[in-house]
């Protein structure tokens, strides 16, 4: 009959085999052990301008921006969050639109430009939006706060563009800057520490106008 220490050491080995398959799957895509499945004909170039500055890669064409910008390039300022679209702290910006990188190919972006949490503002020059963040504290944890400051950028530029929204009362009127429709622009951006108010007064000051 099997005894206490012999239980302990097997469920031991499961909690061993678990994190080995999660190492394992951390893997890089490129620029590491080439993923398994991966051949020769799976490895493309790319060139894309990320904060302004001209970068080339060779990723497996299964690598997804998110992977790139950490992985390849070492840009860990993006989080990698749920990984499935659904928290947008991977949030970047891709031709003057924010994305969810998690979500998309790198190999999808050849020529593109790309405006990553760092190609923002540096600690001794900060963008507007990230002093707005520090001042109104619009962050706790800070895991969500560059795919918030991303998405944020994005939102005030999209509402200045006159592109309307879910909560657009009119849509042949240009939408104002509302604290619904950031609201509403900010709802792909999740924050577990409920930094909500905070974020948005931050928005606001940033607008330079009552919301």
Do not use: W
Request: hydrophobic share 35%; net charge negative; proline share 4%.
């Amino acid at each position: 009959m099997q005894g206490i220490g012999d239980i302990e050491v097997s469920r031991r080995g499961v909690m061993v085999a678990g994190v080995t398959s999660a190492a394992l799957a951390a893997v890089p895509a490129t620029g590491a052990p080439r993923p398994q499945g991966a051949s020769e004909q799976s490895l493309v170039k790319v060139a894309i301008e990320i904060n302004g500055k001209h970068r080339e890669l060779e990723v497996d064409t299964r690598t997804t921006l998110l992977d790139a910008l950490r992985e390849n390039l070492r840009l860990t300022g993006t989080k990698k969050g749920c990984d499935h679209g659904q928290c947008g702290a991977c949030t970047v910006i891709a031709g003057g639109k924010r994305i969810n990188s998690c979500l998309s190919l790198a190999v999808m972006h050849d020529g593109d430009k790309i405006t990553t949490i760092e190609g923002l503002g540096t600690p001794g020059d900060l963008h507007p939006m990230q002093a707005a963040f520090i001042t109104h504290d619009g962050y706790q944890c800070g895991y969500c706060t560059p795919g918030q400051i991303c998405s944020a950028v994005s939102v005030l530029a999209e509402i200045r563009a006159g592109i309307p929204s879910h909560v657009t009362a009119d849509l042949t009127a240009a939408p104002a800057i509302t604290n619904d429709e950031m609201r509403e622009r900010m709802s792909g951006n999740i924050c577990r520490c409920g930094a909500y108010s905070n974020i948005l007064e931050a928005m606001t000051e940033v607008a330079g106008e009552r919301a």
